[in-house]
């Protein structure tokens, strides 16, 4: 069996929460994940944004970095990137088998998918002599494996109620989840929730560690990260704060050039909370392609959509598609037709097309022919599936896409 058909096994089996089993197979890969210091960064939104940004940054201050990211959208490889450019696929290959090996020494460890993948990171890491590694959590923090990092300084974004069936089912579950990335004697940078609650939370598990950073300085979640990064190279001694980037889905500007003749925004938003936040923005009439993955409760998390499709006529058509990557299923374009007629947006115009490459196309020709802008939204698979679809069309390096610095 090839190491790839290895990992892919390892799919079916979710999500796992816990530290066991990749204490154990990183003790029996010499303990790669302490050759270095690490940023550890936590949140519901945002993190991914905040880490590239870091990332860029560190870099461009001369230090050798490495980022580790989840999901990825095209690729396995690029939740693994040196200096911003994703690993080969020789060497991650290679890696993830030196992963297999020790998962199978007796006794047997299975780690999960994203385990195999941050194991396969934090050795690309060491091999690589990295002076700062960015590190992404991929669920929660408690009990995500990224918390077996040697970190000094840890950062925690928005707490909002998401992945409800793993974290809890209130904000101050979620929140205690999150907040315990932090470690003894080590600086906690959180965004200054508004819930009384969440911030009491965050108080008592980082004590004198917290540092809050004001919510009223971040408008923006790619933009005004800028300030949390300006702290941090602050903080590390860095040369710059700055570092030229393009985060595929988040950064602004991204992607504005795929439909001929037709501007084009590319949002990852995919929960309640920045579903709202980038919808509610300020832009030209727009038409709207979306497309979701499974959701524990799919209801709450298109009500802001409908709420702004339907306030005003910034969105006179919605296009359907589903995305076909992802650790979760796609919902299908049928159901989310019934929900949204279900919730009141029977009135406005929907076309579907379940096939993203196709949907994408038609959605820019409704722009073109309305003299309109599109908005592509509802799930980072989504936007992974039409920067394949772009870089097949148009003939360019996916390496060189996947490079964010």
């Not at 460890?109 to 690309?124: G, H, K, N, Q, V």
């Not at 970190?151 to 069936?165: F, G, R």
């Not at 037709?262 to 949002?267: F, G």
Request: charged residues 25%.
């Amino acid at each position: 069996m090839s190491v790839r058909d290895w990992l892919e096994e390892r799919i079916p089996m979710g999500v796992k929460l816990g530290l066991d089993n990749c204490r154990t197979i990183l003790e029996r890969l010499g303990d790669p994940h302490l050759d270095f210091p690490s940023i550890h960064v936590a949140g519901s939104n945002g993190k991914g944004s905040l880490c590239v940004q870091l990332s860029a940054a560190a870099t461009a201050s001369g230090l050798r970095t490495g980022l580790f990211t989840s999901p990825h959208l095209v690729t396995v490889e690029e939740r693994v990137r040196i200096d911003g450019r994703p690993i080969s696929s020789e060497a991650f290959d290679r890696l993830l088998g030196a992963v297999r090996d020790a998962a199978s020494a007796e006794p047997a460890c299975i780690p999960t998918y994203f385990e195999a993948t941050f194991l396969t990171a934090m050795l690309a890491f060491s091999e690589a002599g990295i002076e700062r590694a960015i590190i992404e959590t991929g669920m929660g923090g408690r009990l995500d494996a990224t918390r077996l990092i040697d970190a000094d300084l840890c950062i925690l974004t928005t707490v909002s109620l998401e992945h409800t069936e793993y974290l809890g089912d209130t904000l101050a579950e979620i929140a205690t989840e999150k907040a315990a990335i932090h470690r003894p004697g080590v600086t906690l940078i959180a965004l200054e929730s508004e819930d009384a609650e969440v911030r009491r939370i965050i108080e008592q598990t980082a004590g004198d560690d917290l540092f809050w950073w004001p919510n009223d300085m971040l408008d923006s979640t790619w933009d005004d990260y800028g300030w949390i990064v300006e702290a941090v190279a602050e903080i590390g001694g860095w040369e710059t704060s700055q570092g030229e980037c393009d985060w595929p889905g988040r950064s602004p500007g991204y992607g504005e050039d795929w439909i001929e003749g037709v501007a084009t925004r590319l949002s990852a938003a995919h929960n309640a909370e920045s579903l709202e936040r980038d919808l509610s923005e300020t832009h030209p009439v727009s038409i709207v392609l979306l497309g979701m993955s499974e959701k524990a409760d799919l209801e709450a998390t298109l009500e802001p959509v409908v709420t702004e499709i339907c306030m005003d006529k910034l969105f006179p058509k919605v296009v359907l598609t589903e995305p076909q990557t992802g650790r979760n299923p796609a919902i299908s374009v049928e159901q989310l037709c019934e929900m949204m007629e279900k919730m009141g947006v029977g009135h406005i115009s929907t076309a579907v097309e379940k096939d993203p490459g196709k949907a994408f196309e038609l959605a820019g020709q409704m722009a073109r022919e309305g003299g309109h802008q599109l908005l592509v939204i509802g799930s980072v698979y989504l936007i992974g599936d039409l920067l394949k679809y772009v870089v097949e069309r148009d003939g360019l390096n996916l390496w060189d896409e996947l490079t964010v610095h």
